[in-house]
């Protein structure tokens, strides 16, 4: 897929793991030639990969895409990472990256649950009327927005886990707490989350929500760069402990982890 990326630049060439685990068989390949082969000699690749990664209880090998390890790789606009939570932003994301003049690799975490998610849909519109979002806003509560001056904290996350944040605030009906989404983790778009930040008062606790353990992740990637982006406030992190694994093996206790994760985001 690579070869077909760099003799037909013209062409969308998508390698989807069948889980998460696949990519590590790839990662000679991926540290060789897809983060480095344009800085080494010049070659440019469009090519996607597609990495079914999410902590969805079927066990570490099913969680391990590895979201840190491609991170770690980011550096000189060399690729793009990006976690998408909505059929309209993944379909946009995809059509960018066919017709940009841009030709770069395309990373993509993309989590077998949001599939069957009922709650993980778009309108036509988002379809047609849309671009690619790096960042999307808070989706309001009870299909009203929120009191934007009311807003005590803002929970910045990406890929699927918003969906538990949000049903959790639904449920409590939170309407003191914002859900942000970063849709692209690489380039970071600075810009565009500080617009999204920018609607809430400025002492609002700035909190990163995400489901893999501490040291894994985009949390530590985003440690270092985000807050430079944030005039000086603070960011603290809401994840699983760290771990040497990338998720448990049973499937109750992933349940009990997450409940608690969720929670954790929301206790005052």
Known sequence: EYGYS???????????AQFGDFVD???????????????K????????????????????????????????????????VANCSTPGNYFHLLRRQALSDVHRPLVVFTPKSLLR???????????????????????????????????????????????????????????????????????LPAEQIRQALSRYPADAELVWVQEEPANMGAW??????????LDGRPLRRIARRASASPAV???KVHEVEQRQLVADAFAS
């Open 220 to 229: 530590q990637f985003l440690a270092c760069n985000l807050p430079e982006q």
């Open 117 to 187: 998610a009922k709650a993980a849909v778009s309108p036509v519109a988002d379809f047609t009327d849309e671009g690619f979002r790096p960042v999307l806003p808070d989706p309001g509560l009870g299909g009203e927005p929120l009191d934007d001056g009311a807003v005590r904290r803002v929970l910045l996350c990406s890929g699927k886990v918003a969906y538990d944040l949000l049903a959790h605030r639904e449920s409590s009906g939170r309407a003191d707490t914002a859900v942000v989404r970063v849709e692209q983790l690489y380039p």
């Open 25 to 39: 068989g790839a990662q000679m390949v991926i540290d060789e030639f897809i983060s480095s082969g344009e800085a």
């Open 249 to 251: 093996g049973s499937a």
């Open 6 to 16: 760099v003799a037909n630049p013209k062409a969308l060439v998508l390698w989807e």
């Open 41 to 80: 000699w010049g070659q440019r690749s469009g090519v996607v990969l597609l990495l079914p990664h999410g902590l969805e209880g079927q066990g570490p090998d099913h969680s391990s895409g590895r979201i840190e390890r491609f991170l770690q790789l980011c550096a000189e606009n060399n690729m793009t």
